[in-house]
């Protein structure tokens, strides 16, 4: 039994390492290193070369080296009876909260507006309690980070499939309740999973709900934004502008309108990075609990697609 570790878009070797540390006696491929596809169990994989893992005869579990799952889903050669397991990580969650903090932060006292001017020009801003905050997904990361909002000082209003009762959260779910949510998002922050649904779910139509002037956050996939949508609303003033990590070419191609715009602030896909050492005792467990026959954790459901 052996695991293959496929990461084209992010360096094996910290992968590697600690799972050996973790399970010594565990054998580990990297692909595309020659070995015998026939001996492969346990993948670990972030951005796979599509395709691939048809040819594996008795792979039985995919794990994705990130909490999102779209690079393993969207592949359609993927047999169903394959599990997808995905990572959840408090390390990451506070992560992606500090980072959304300081984006709206960033915003709201004009702090980079600062850097670039270099100049004494005070502006006026608005004060925390004053400022409504929506966020889209209320999964792990989008309830870790509505929750470190609300401890701020923020109104928090969160958006998700099924219904969410979290203390001093307002929780809106459904389509039906998107948009009363959208109304009150003067700063909306997108953390949903990328699937067929959810996909240019930031378009034109949605940006008019918001109130007049709104910032919109992305740090969830580059696919759930219609970005000609985006340039067109800020253009008319409907939003003031956008923070986006995530993009649907990355890294995001020089040529690219976003790069030069003066309301749109770049980051590159950092706002919550897997720490290889933290996560790797997880999908250590998972490996045993599949050679052992046992439930996984942090099972991704192939139907939902998250
Ligand atoms: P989860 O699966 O835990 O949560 C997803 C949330 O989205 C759930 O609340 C779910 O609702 C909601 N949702 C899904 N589909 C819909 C829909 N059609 N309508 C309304 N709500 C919907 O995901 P995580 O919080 O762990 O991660 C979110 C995403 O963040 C990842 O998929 C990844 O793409 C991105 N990410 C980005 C990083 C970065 O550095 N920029 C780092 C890590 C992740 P319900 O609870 O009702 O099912
Ligand atoms: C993830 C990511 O999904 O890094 O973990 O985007």
């Given at each position: 039994m052996s695991v293959l570790v496929v990461s084209p878009g992010r360096n094996p070797e910290a992968w590697v390492k600690a799972l050996k540390n973790e399970h010594p006696g565990m054998n580990i491929y990297v692909y595309p290193e020659d070995h015998d596809k026939e001996e492969v169990e346990y993948a670990i994989s972030w951005k796979h070369p599509r395709g691939i893992f048809k040819n594996y005869p008795n792979l039985k579990v995919i794990a994705s080296m990130g909490a999102g799952v779209d690079h393993i889903t969207s592949d359609p050669d993927i047999p169903e009876n394959i599990k997808i397991t995905r990572v959840?990580?408090?390390?990451?969650?506070?992560?992606?909260?500090?980072?959304?903090?300081?984006?709206?932060?960033?915003?709201?006292?004009?702090?980079?507006?600062?850097?670039?001017?270099?100049?004494?020009?005070?502006?006026?801003?608005?004060?925390?309690?004053?400022?409504?905050?929506?966020?889209?997904?209320?999964?792990v990361l989008g309830k870790g980070v509505a929750n470190t909002l609300k401890n701020v000082g923020f109104n928090v209003y969160g958006w998700s499939k099924s219904t969410k009762d979290i203390d001093g959260i307002h929780t809106f779910c459904g389509d039906e309740n998107l948009t009363e949510f959208l109304s009150n998002a003067e700063i909306l922050v997108c953390l949903l999973p990328l699937t067929p649904e959810t996909e240019n779910i930031l378009n034109k139509e949605l940006f008019e709900k918001l109130p007049k002037g709104a910032h919109v956050i992305n740090v969830a996939r580059g696919e759930h934004l219609v970005e000609q949508d985006l340039l067109e609303m800020i253009d008319s003033e409907q939003l003031c502008g956008a923070s986006l990590d995530v993009f649907r070419k990355e890294p995001l191609p020089q040529e690219h309108p976003f790069w030069n715009h003066s309301k749109i602030k770049?980051?590159?896909?950092?706002?919550?990075?897997?720490?290889?050492?933290?996560?790797?005792?997880?999908?250590?467990?998972?490996?045993?609990?599949?050679?052992?026959?046992?439930?996984?954790l942090n099972v991704v459901e192939r139907k939902k697609g998250y």
């Open positions: 959840v990580d408090e390390q990451l969650t506070e992560d992606m909260s500090a980072f959304v903090l300081a984006l709206i932060m960033d915003k709201m006292r004009n702090i980079s507006h600062y850097y670039s001017q270099k100049n004494w020009e005070p502006t006026s801003y608005r004060s925390i309690e004053n400022t409504k905050i929506g966020i889209m997904g209320l999964g770049i980051t590159p896909h950092i706002a919550s990075v897997t720490n290889p050492k933290k996560v790797v005792p997880q999908m250590a467990d998972n490996y045993e609990r599949m050679s052992q026959e046992q439930d996984l």
